[in-house]
């Protein structure tokens, strides 16, 4: 079998794996690259569609071997999004999980020229295995900070590469690791696995943290913002006990109500109830703004809009309430906070420098914009990827020939704790497993 990452292996962002296996071929993830800032005017620079196409024999155009299919882990644009810059060849399968589509669609909608997925997504579940060619693809539920995330077990020629997409030990789905690491795979011979928080050896886990930020909090008078990327639902589940501990109201937009409803009944119709806010949640409050609206106009969504009603409030009653409210704030939020409320004593800005490897283009904009607001800012320790203490379980646990590290500015640690098991690819080289 071989290995090739075609963007991953030397930057954080834009993962694209090809597994060859004779003519068989696969692609795990295909995403862009992260949106760059300026070190000068600290903006940063939307990520064009053609930086982010990759030039992959038979993605586009003809291939003596054609890929199979396009298996994506979780929807983070660093993981899927450079799908929607350019129309794949129809004959390629693309893989996600119903929850993951959904979340994809819902989110391409939202501007009105948004890029579409291509029709006809096929569906994997978790555990359950599938057959592409000479390749046999376990998917395992993993924890990480998106709806979904999965790291895939894939087998051929008597060889077996685990891939870990994103991934961490320390979040909601916690358990979710715990299961991994539970189930005997057999020998491994590449773990393909994450570092984007390789240098962190060790921190706190979520729950720690917004116990620590209830404690902190508890007695002041003021609105809290947090920024909060809008498909960050393990975090929106946090903030969600956050507000029902402390009395506050959580307070999201049409998107993040629509996201989080449909999340949860998908999960549901698969006999899992996510312990996630949705239109039941007591708390939970809809501000009427321009995502909301979008919702309004988006006619497959009907019904769920019309549930989303009795839940939807204005400005007004947002001023009034102010001090009581949790907000979850994303990228170009300034532009409807600035305009709408005035008032920031006593409020306190909750962010995490992780904000600036965002898929969301604007987000290191906002965050300078709130900073300067006179918030008591609040940093929070980046809980979102596997702290480097995880991948040294992972390692001890599934016992693998290679280990191939790729989203990670930090190589050299993984050199140092595993030594000569570790290759260091650059991107487009190719690794064979004898």
Request: proline share 5%.
């Amino acid at each position: 079998m071989k290995i090739i990452v075609h963007r991953g292996a030397q930057e954080i962002g834009g993962n694209c794996i090809e597994l060859r296996s004779g003519k068989s071929r696969i692609l795990l993830d295909y995403g862009a690259p992260l949106p760059k800032t300026d070190p000068v005017t600290h903006k940063s620079a939307a990520v064009t569609p053609e930086a982010a196409i990759l030039d992959i024999p038979g993605l586009y155009g003809p291939s003596p071997n054609p890929i199979l299919a396009l298996i994506i882990s979780h929807t983070h644009a660093s993981h899927y999004g450079a799908l929607l810059a350019k129309p794949i060849n129809p004959g390629i399968k693309v893989y996600m999980s119903e929850i993951m589509e959904d979340v994809v669609r819902i989110t391409t909608k939202m501007p009105r020229d948004g890029k579409k997925l291509p029709v006809g997504i096929n569906y994997f579940r978790r555990g359950h295995k599938f057959i592409l060619g000479r390749f046999v693809i376990t998917p395992f539920l993993m924890d990480h900070t998106a709806a979904e995330s999965f790291a895939f077990l894939v087998e051929s020629e008597g060889k077996r590469v685990l891939y870990t997409g994103d991934f961490r030990d320390h979040g909601n789905k916690a358990n979710a690791f715990k299961q991994f690491l539970a189930n005997d795979m057999g020998p491994i011979d590449a773990l393909i696995t994450e570092g984007s928080q390789a240098d962190v050896e060790k921190g706190p886990s979520e729950i720690d943290v917004m116990a620590e930020i209830e404690a902190n909090l508890e007695d002041r008078r003021g609105a809290l913002y947090v920024m909060c990327a809008g498909q960050n639902i393990n975090l929106l589940a946090s903030l969600a006990f956050l507000a029902k501990n402390t009395r506050r109201y959580l307070v999201v937009d049409g998107y993040t109500a629509l996201l989080l409803e449909r999340v949860k009944a998908l999960a549901q119709k698969h006999g899992v109830d996510l312990k996630i806010p949705s239109l039941e949640t007591e708390y939970l409050r809809i501000i009427r703004n321009n995502a909301t609206q979008r919702i309004y106009q988006l006619t497959e969504y009907t019904e769920t809009f019309s549930r989303m009603r009795p839940k939807m409030y204005g400005w007004d009653w947002l001023r009034d309430n102010l001090a009581r409210c949790i907000i979850p704030v994303r990228a170009n939020s300034q532009l409807w906070v600035e305009e709408q409320i005035q008032d920031f004593r006593h409020g306190a800005f909750l962010y995490s420098d992780w904000e600036k490897y965002t898929d969301e283009d604007g987000m290191q904009e906002t965050l300078e914009w709130f900073k300067g607001k006179g918030l008591l800012a609040v940093p929070m320790p980046s809980t979102g990827h596997a702290y480097f203490s995880a991948i040294r379980k992972l390692v001890e646990n599934k016992r693998p020939r290679y280990i191939v590290p790729v989203n990670t500015a930090h190589p050299d640690k993984f050199t140092a704790a595993f030594g000569k098991r570790v290759r260091l690819l650059k991107n487009g080289e190719e690794f064979y497993l004898d």
